[in-house]
């Protein structure tokens, strides 16, 4: 059984920074993309930040600049440093990753069951 264990998160006024890791555990193969996703009250889940199994990056134009996404392979483990935070920011983060668990030979998606990071003005 594979899960994703997301830590970090809380309160924080605007223009300070926050920092979110997430762990893999389980019977793992191999790990290929993983990614940030938030959720603000009365929105869509929207992805944040994206990180391949090769290093690429990816953001949200409304993150670019501000956030950084990063991860430790042979800990299984995906960061997501925020600084420059806003109120706007504030929403319930995910962690997902795309993961081949051992015996199977496909990959699929893992959701983490999200950590609240809130923004005061």
């Known amino acids: 059984q594979v899960q994703l264990q997301e830590s970090g998160g809380g309160l924080v006024q605007s223009g300070g920074s926050l920092g979110l890791s997430c762990a893999a555990s389980g019977n793992i193969f191999s790990i290929n993309a993983m990614d940030w996703y938030r959720q603000a009250p009365g929105k869509q889940r929207e992805l944040v930040a994206s990180?391949?199994?090769?290093?690429?990056?990816g953001y949200a134009d409304s993150v670019k600049g501000r956030f950084t996404i990063s991860r430790d392979n042979a800990r299984n483990t995906v960061y997501l440093e925020m600084n420059s935070l806003k109120p706007e920011d504030t929403a319930v983060y995910y962690c997902h990753a795309s993961i081949r668990a051992s015996g199977t030979t496909y990959y699929r998606g893992y959701w983490g069951r999200g950590t609240q990071v809130t923004v005061s003005i």
């Open positions: 990180m391949t199994g090769a290093g690429s990056t």
